[in-house]
């Protein structure tokens, strides 16, 4: 059961956006440069949802924990920055029902505000170039703060930005890392169930509800 909230910060990667088209193409060229293995949209779809450096370590290795050798994560990483750097918002897209959740946020008179692990410099051009940027009086990324989830500091730090109290706050994500993130900060908690969770069912996580669409919000807000 969720109760109506006064403001709502959504995550980015997995529920917003579909960003993994982007990130296997910058993954796979990596590989090709340094002469390994490609290694498919599939495995980057397990792999995303704790920033890209973690991605291109768990690229190296070819499994979600564990740790490459420094020297070949010191080349990858830079090759892996310069390819996402031009390929952001290339094959990119929002999720179904995403414009007509914004616009249902936004004509509710909702506070929005945006919160991902993804860097500034990726996550600012992303949203523009999606037509969703200026949707969000506050965009916190990665490098933000001090902290990223599933640390709650960033969501505190919207709530304070909006001046609302974090248990008239809502999450709006697709991972354990978003339900973990929003029950330290005391936010209510709502996934959507087509994100990125490392192949396992977000229903595990028990977040207070679980959609599958941002079309649904006003069905469940109301």
């Known amino acids: 059961m969720v109760s109506k909230p006064k403001m709502v910060l959504i995550d980015v990667d997995g529920t ?15 590989m090709t440069q340094l002469g390994l293995p ?30 490459p050798e420094d020297a070949l994560f010191e080349k990858a990483y830079p090759i892996f920055l310069d390819l996402y750097a031009e390929n952001t918002s290339k094959r990119s897209v929002l999720y ?24 500034s410099q990726f996550t600012l051009p992303l949203l523009k170039d999606l037509g969703v940027h200026d949707e969000f009086a506050i965009i916190i990324c990665g490098d ?32 354990m890392s978003d339900v973990k993130a929003a029950r330290a900060a005391g936010f209510q908690i709502v996934c959507m169930s087509y994100g990125y969770n490392h192949g396992a069912d977000i229903r595990d996580s028990n977040p207070d509800a679980v959609i599958d669409s941002m079309a649904e919000l006003q069905g469940i807000l109301e």
């Open 38 to 67: 490609v290694r498919g949209e599939d495995a980057v779809r397990n792999w995303v949802g704790n920033g890209v450096e973690r991605l291109v370590r768990r690229a190296l290795i070819n499994q979600l924990e564990g740790e």
């Open 96 to 119: 179904p029902g995403v414009r007509e959740g914004l616009d249902y946020l936004k004509s509710a008179g909702y506070q929005l505000g945006c919160v991902t692990n993804k860097a």
């Open 16 to 30: 917003l956006v579909d960003s993994v088209p982007d990130l296997a193409f910058c993954v796979d060229e990596m």
């Open 144 to 175: 933000t703060l001090e902290q990223k989830k599933p640390h709650p500091l960033p969501l505190l730090h919207a709530a304070e930005f909006f001046g609302v109290k974090p248990e008239q706050s809502l999450m709006l994500g697709d991972s």
